[in-house]
């Protein structure tokens, strides 16, 4: 079996999918507009892609599975500012005083994600 997409429901699917392309580079499908009631961001080969589905139900609680993303051309906290630029609010913040933790953040919708120290801060 192959993870094909992960699939989010909400309110504008094209929107959530201009935000995600923001964050993580990849492109919004070319078939994909405002008022579609699907739309996704297209991963690079061997990466599911992000699909996001309108439903008529707004988020109500804290989500059940959400992305750990690892930064790879930036630090953990120049990530965190830039995704806030692009429209991200800080839910938890979970950094540690010795550089290690990480910060979950919500994206435009609501939903939890968050941003680990990169591999460098790792072997750092």
């Given at each position: 079996?192959?993870?094909?997409?992960?699939?989010?429901?909400?309110?504008?699917?094209?929107?959530?999918?201009?935000?995600?392309?923001?964050?993580?580079?990849?492109?919004?499908a070319e078939s994909d507009g405002p008022g579609t009631d699907d739309a996704l961001v297209e991963a690079p080969p061997g990466t599911p892609g992000l699909l996001f589905i309108r439903v008529p139900e707004g988020k109500q609680m804290k989500n059940r599975i959400h992305f750990d993303w690892m930064p790879t051309e930036r630090?953990?906290?120049?990530?965190?500012?830039?995704?806030?630029?692009?429209?991200?609010?800080?839910?938890?913040?979970?950094?540690?005083?010795?550089?290690?933790?990480?910060?979950?953040?919500?994206?435009?919708?609501?939903?939890?994600?968050c941003i680990e120290r990169s591999r460098a801060e790792r072997e750092g």
């Open positions: 079996m192959i993870l094909r997409h992960v699939t989010v429901d909400c309110a504008d699917p094209y929107a959530q999918a201009t935000f995600w392309s923001a964050v993580t580079g990849w492109p919004v630090s953990r906290d120049e990530e965190v500012r830039r995704i806030i630029e692009l429209g991200a609010k800080v839910y938890e913040d979970h950094r540690t005083d010795d550089g290690l933790g990480w910060v979950t953040l919500v994206d435009p919708e609501g939903n939890e994600f």
